[in-house]
């Protein structure tokens, strides 16, 4: 059981260029989220999906775009880099009944680092 | 929108002694309280969590209590340890139906040997 497997760990763009990071889970949770961490700032919601071909923004959403075409995979894409999305990026998921709620699990994190 | 305000931001406390951290949230509509622990380079995961028909809830040396009145809710740890090192986060979640967390902005707490 892997939980959430982010790909890749780490990245150096430089400006301008595209990239896709991807998120699995094998935990068959409808909801999954994407988040950068920045230092003093927290978590930041970039875009959210709560079930498989919906996708929704968060907080942070300009410059980024998201696709949830399985239920398994959500993907953040990045079309054209730049300085200011040098970040961590967490992929989480979730999943909610009636004794649990929003308990969100996170992959291991990439580090993406634009020049 | 929900706005988290987290303090303090930054907290060192001797090995023994407690340490707590408050978070105010802004939505009433807000249920859900959960706190995140992330140690250096790791993921954030889920430690304790408040619903907001509860006012207090205790698991070992956490408990976390909430006043939904003046909203606010607090984390306390008792006879810290070096492993309680690390950054902490609190959230709310509004809507029973909207599955989104507004994390706060973090607490480093450092415990000294």
């Known amino acids: 059981n892997a939980g959430v497997t982010q790909t890749p760990k780490f990245r150096v763009l430089k400006t301008g260029q595209s990239m896709t990071l991807l998120c699995a889970q094998d935990m068959n949770h409808e909801y999954m989220y994407w988040y950068r961490q920045d230092p003093g700032m927290g978590l930041r919601l970039i875009h959210y999906?709560?079930?498989?071909?919906?996708?929704a923004k968060g907080e942070v959403p300009d410059g980024y775009n998201v696709s949830r075409l399985k239920k398994q995979n959500f993907l953040l894409g990045l079309e054209s880099a730049a300085p200011s999305q040098t970040s961590v990026y967490f992929c989480a998921s979730s999943y909610s009944s009636r004794e649990v709620k929003n308990i969100q699990y996170f992959g291991a994190g990439t580090r993406l680092s634009v020049l | 929108g929900e706005n988290v305000e987290q303090h303090p931001s930054t907290l060192s406390v001797q090995e023994g002694d407690s340490a707590v951290i408050k978070c105010t949230y802004s939505?009433?509509?807000?249920?859900?309280f959960p706190w995140y622990k992330q140690e250096l380079g790791k993921r954030p995961q889920l430690i304790i969590d408040i619903r907001s028909n509860v006012g207090e809830k205790k698991d070992q040396r956490i408990a976390v209590t909430l006043n939904k009145t003046a909203k606010h809710f607090s984390l306390h740890i008792t006879e810290t340890q070096p492993e309680d090192s690390a950054v902490y986060f609190c959230a709310a979640s509004s809507n029973f139906g909207n599955e989104k967390l507004t994390f706060g902005t973090g607490t480093r707490l450092t415990i000294i040997p």
């Open positions: 999906s709560v079930g498989e071909g919906t996708t």
């Open positions: 939505d009433s509509a807000s249920n859900y």
